[in-house]
Nanobody, 121 residues
Framework: QVQLVESGGGLVQPGGSLRLSCAAS????????MGWYRQAPGKQRELVAT???????NYADSVKGRFTISRDNAKNTVYLQMNSLKPEDTAVYYC???????????????WGQGTQVTVSS
């Protein structure tokens, strides 16, 4: 199975930057589609950004131009570079991994435990 561990969250002032990391276990990370999601208190979890196994990216409208998702297959890690942070970006950020292969393991996808990002002055 896959284990995902997020890191890099913290407290930052509006306009500041953070880089989140998600380290994945396993030797076939390169075939996974990866994503970042976030959930603020009292709200539903929402998509932030995705990156396919082939490197194609997709972003929520609210973060386009400010956030960048990337991956380093040699390190089994996906990143989320967050610039020009706003108070409304405050949430717990979760890493997600998906592959059609997971179905054979009895799973739809895998989630990390999350890392808190707080944007406040």
């Amino acid at each position: 199975q896959v284990q995902l561990v997020e890191s890099g969250g913290g407290l930052v002032q509006p306009g500041g930057s953070l880089r989140l990391s998600c380290a994945a276990s396993g030797s076939i990370f390169s075939i996974y589609d990866m994503g970042w999601y976030r959930q603020a208190p009292g709200k539903q979890r929402e998509l932030v950004a995705t990156i396919s196994s082939g490197g194609s990216t997709n972003y929520a409208d609210s973060v386009k131009g400010r956030f960048t998702i990337s991956r380093d297959n040699a390190k089994n890690t996906v990143y989320l570079q967050m610039n020009s942070l706003k108070p409304e970006d405050t949430a717990v950020y979760y890493c997600n991994a998906y592959s059609r292969l997971f179905t054979s393991w009895g799973k739809d996808d895998y989630w990390g435990q999350g890392t808190q990002v707080t944007v406040s002055s």
